[in-house]
């Protein structure tokens, strides 16, 4: 009996060491994990932002493409910056009128209309993400 009792006090012990272990790799890796959710849920927030704002798809010169198919060519990172931005400045209302003026071509509409409203920190950022994506992204949509 004395030995059965021993062995389940082991067992006890290697167990609790064991959860110890994990707790303690949770808590040192927490700020990666809770950076990661941060980032999967801004991603996830400026897709729907994007998709309820200006639907589903756009039309770029002439083809449908999905804003969900556009958005998953980006860094999450890059995603989180425009969301950022996207919530301090534009309303629902002129989000679908900047997204018109871009599938018919009316860049100077889009600059008027930004010019109006981004700070000079914000529109070097878009111009430094533009630059980034707009060989890529018309590649890589199917």
């Not at 941060?38 to 897709?47: H, L, N, S, V």
């Not at 999905?66 to 060519?73: G, H, I, M, P, Y």
């Not at 599938?103 to 981004?118: F, K, N, P, Y």
Request: aromatic share 4%.
């Amino acid at each position: 009996m004395h030995k059965r009792k021993k062995k389940n006090h082991v067992r006890l012990l290697a167990v609790t060491i064991l959860l110890i272990g994990v707790a303690f790799t949770l808590f040192i890796s927490r700020d990666a994990i809770l950076q990661k959710v941060r980032t999967t849920a801004a991603t996830e927030i400026g897709k729907k932002l994007l998709e309820q704002q200006i639907g589903t798809t756009v039309n770029i010169n002439g083809q449908e493409i999905e804003v969900s198919d556009v958005v998953n060519q980006m860094d999450e990172e890059d995603v989180e910056k425009v969301s950022q931005i996207a919530e301090k400045y534009i309303s629902p209302e002129n989000i679908k009128q900047a997204a018109d003026m871009a599938a018919s071509g009316d860049m100077e509409g889009l600059r008027s209309l930004a010019e109006g409203q981004l700070t000079e920190e914000d529109k070097n950022e878009l111009m430094g993400l533009y630059q980034k994506y707009k060989d890529q992204i018309p590649n890589q949509v199917p």
